[in-house]
């Protein structure tokens, strides 16, 4: 399978600012492509810590370079079975792609030096790194597999069996304290959001308060059969009001109700979701034989939900493994969640628990 691309960079800045990026790459000056999803929205937030338009006073900024990057791609042999997993972490079949003849794209990329930071904006480099970690592409795709225990297992008994298998694996563990969580679900009344595989929430934990923004993305893999992937885009929030929140909820919640005509005023809370959550980190060290790191959390949940709109209430108790590493070792998962799933009482599910929670306290008739 061949592929020609061709990439073509239209820089915004001026000829000057293009000789000079290319004089800091020749020279290693440290620049890098940042590895975001929003490098607009990454130049905003950092232009309004500042109280300054960083896109505005582009000559004034020496450690940021946005470029908006033209791609030209010909794919000229459809056969073969190939998968690829993309920047964002999802798998998409490569012999599925159509429309890829004399297909051009185009995307937003920002370049940073942080040798430049360091020099010239030193009291930025702590705000730049947090922004980096917000924005990372790593982060907006969520990578986990989901059970719930049948009412008749032992929920130690599973947990033991799954830790075991782990640690026969050579995985290490280390065990943290059960910790309770309070979640609260919005929807419109008519549950635009749940038919659509989107979820809004408000968590509580302990004294922080964050607000999530969850919905499928489409991929090879999704479904119940292997790991589901999910966008995420969660913040710290000082409020659980969601309407003085309102300017954290990912941009593609208000596109959805709009498109319904709808409203962010027009989510109400739909699901309360009390869980006592246990972690456990489970994880390899890469070797000098090219083993990377591998990470993955194991919670064991005890769910209780509450249906806000008809009072009704169910309890559960779900087993999640979210993947904490980078996306190479999704493949070491999946060998993992295999082996997990030869332990008797286990079901995989494909819900979020705000439609589990709808699902398991509807009134039927």
Do not use: W
């Not at 942080?114 to 702590?126: A, G, I």
């Not at 559960?316 to 070491?332: A, D, F, P, W």
Request: aromatic share 10%; charged share 35%.
């Amino acid at each position: 399978m061949v592929f020609i691309v061709f990439f073509v960079l239209v820089c915004i800045f001026t000829t000057e600012r293009l000789a000079m990026l290319c004089h800091y790459f020749l020279n290693r000056r440290g620049f890098r492509k940042l590895d975001i999803t929003n490098p607009k929205a990454f130049l905003k937030k950092l232009s309004k810590a500042q109280k300054s338009d960083i896109m505005e006073s582009k000559s004034n900024r020496n450690d940021f370079v946005y470029c908006e990057k033209k791609i030209q791609m010909y794919k000229i042999d459809r056969k073969g079975d190939v998968y690829i997993i993309k920047g964002n972490g999802t798998i998409v079949r490569l012999q599925d792609i159509k429309n890829m003849i004399n297909l051009e794209n185009e995307e937003d990329v920002l370049y940073h030096s942080m040798e430049l930071t360091e020099k010239f904006y030193p009291e930025d480099k702590q705000l730049v790194e947090q922004l980096t970690r917000e924005f990372s592409v790593n982060n907006s795709v969520e990578i986990e597999k989901k059970y719930v225990l049948k009412e008749d297992i032992n929920k130690d008994t599973v947990i033991q069996s799954v830790l075991d298998i782990a640690k026969g694996s050579d995985y290490r563990i280390d065990i943290g304290e059960p910790k309770k969580q309070e979640d609260v679900y919005f929807d419109t009344d008519n549950g635009i959001l749940k038919r659509n595989d989107f979820s809004v929430r408000i968590r509580t934990r302990g004294n922080q308060k964050y607000i999530t923004c969850k919905y499928n993305v489409v991929s090879e893999s999704n479904g119940e059969g292997g790991q589901l992937e999910r966008y995420e885009a969660e913040r710290n929030v000082e409020s659980d009001d969601l309407m003085e929140n309102r300017e954290y909820i990912d941009s593609s919640v208000p596109n959805l109700l709009k498109t319904e005509g709808y409203g962010i005023n027009d989510l109400l809370p739909r699901v309360k979701v009390i869980n006592t959550r246990q972690k456990y980190i489970i994880y390899k060290n890469g070797d000098k034989c090219g083993r990377v790191d591998e990470l993955y959390e194991l919670v064991l949940d005890e769910v209780f939900y509450q249906n806000m709109k008809n009072m009704e209430t169910a309890e559960e108790i779900q087993i999640e493994i979210e993947l904490k590493s980078g996306y190479e070792t999704r493949i070491s998962m999946k060998e993992l969640t295999n082996a997990i799933e030869t332990i008797d009482g286990l079901v995989s599910i494909a819900e979020s628990k705000y439609a589990r929670a709808l699902k398991l306290t509807e009134i039927t008739k």
